[in-house]
């Protein structure tokens, strides 16, 4: 029989190779890890919604039902408040930052952000959604609040970012900077199973994904690129398929498993693109560029954004290294308004 390692295990071992580390980081992850299990049991009994019962009603047990987004939420804030190592979150569910001003926490030496349930609206349709999470390290003094600096950290100082995908199976994806693993749930042991090694996302890729419901506002460059991913040429692989789940975990993990393009740009609607710069495009820049793949917002790195504000959005093109320098020429020379 195959030995399977475990999230746990793997943490434990990846410890091992830094004897300087003192464990931190360690329990922050596995607190991580048991919020996406009771996410994912959760959003498993999302369907059954019309027989215990719609958001804000009582089910048959006589429990309050909570929405998804709003527990996820929740569940990951008491996780990383219990591992005593997080001094404060900043969520997408939150308007401003949360600080874990008590006790242990105080001498929390990260603080995390995070997207708890991204893709929300799939839920409905029973499409995959995900969470988002990156773990920075605090600039604040420890034993004392955090504060919002902390929170404006660049991308390039990120400590670990990561995914969990609820979808056909399971998955937790993350990256503490020497490569990308993913992590399969596997309900009968209830255990994260290391089962996507050092993840590489391939340099050509022959997938697009992009809304395209907005293309009329689209920049010209993003226009005249969709419209090379769509123009025969056999020799090139194309015409390129189109793939667009809405949800950015779920399009982003296919792209870096099979290669392809992720593109939100700016649209009428969302003039600075609606993506997030701290708990959705940064985390994923990280990942991408730690695949081998990049990210920018259609000129700069993502990674060195300088954030203005925690909720603030950005552009952001990312993907196969070959398919995002093809993207960049388009910009370049047909121009990204
Ligand atoms: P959300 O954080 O409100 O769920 O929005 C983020 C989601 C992403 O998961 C997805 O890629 C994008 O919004 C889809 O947006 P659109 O429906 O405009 O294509
Ligand atoms: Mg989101």
């Not at 401003?96 to 991204?118: A, E, K, S, W």
């Not at 697009?208 to 090379?228: A, C, D, Q, R």
């Not at 990280?286 to 700069?300: H, N």
Request: with cysteine; proline share 4%.
């Amino acid at each position: 029989m195959n030995k399977v390692t475990t999230l746990n295990q793997f943490i434990i071992e990846q410890q091992a190779e830094h004897p300087e580390a003192t464990g931190g980081l360690s329990r922050l992850l596995h607190h991580i890890g048991i919020a996406a299990k009771k996410v994912n049991r959760e959003v498993n009994k999302a369907g059954l919604v019309d027989i215990l019962g719609q958001a804000g009603t009582e089910n048959v047990q006589g429990e309050q039902q909570q929405k998804l987004d709003l527990y996820a939420n929740e569940t990951f804030l008491d996780e990383l408040r219990a591992s005593g190592e997080c001094c404060g979150v900043a969520s997408e569910e939150n308007e401003d930052i949360i600080l874990f001003d008590q006790g242990l926490c105080l001498n929390g030496r990260y603080i995390v952000c995070m997207d708890p349930l991204d893709g929300s609206s799939n839920i409905d349709v029973n499409v995959s959604v995900g969470t988002i999470f990156s773990i920075y390290k605090r600039l604040s003094p420890v034993g004392g609040p955090a504060d919002l600096g902390d929170f404006l950290q660049k991308g390039t100082e990120l400590v670990i970012a990561g995914y969990v995908l609820y979808g056909s199976s399971t998955m937790l994806v993350y990256s503490a900077g020497d490569g990308v693993n993913g992590f399969t749930l596997d309900p009968s042991i209830g255990e994260f199973c290391l089962s996507h090694t050092d993840i590489k996302i391939p340099a050509n890729g022959k997938i697009y994904s992009i809304n395209e419901g907005h293309y009329e506002k689209f920049p010209v460059g993003v226009k005249k690129y969709i419209k090379y991913c769509q123009e025969k040429d056999p020799r090139q692989g194309r015409p390129y398929t189109s793939r667009y789940i809405g949800s950015l975990v779920a399009d982003f993990h296919r792209n870096m498993l099979k290669g392809g393009i992720y593109i939100y740009p700016e649209t009428d609607v969302h003039p600075h693109g609606k993506l997030r710069l701290q708990y959705e495009c940064n985390p994923m820049a990280f990942l991408a560029e730690q695949a081998g793949g990049t990210a920018t917002d259609g000129k700069r790195r993502i990674l060195e954004i300088e954030p203005q504000e925690i909720h603030e959005r950005t552009p952001l093109y990312t993907g196969s290294k070959n398919m995002m320098s093809k993207v960049s020429e388009f910009l370049d020379f047909f121009g990204n308004i």
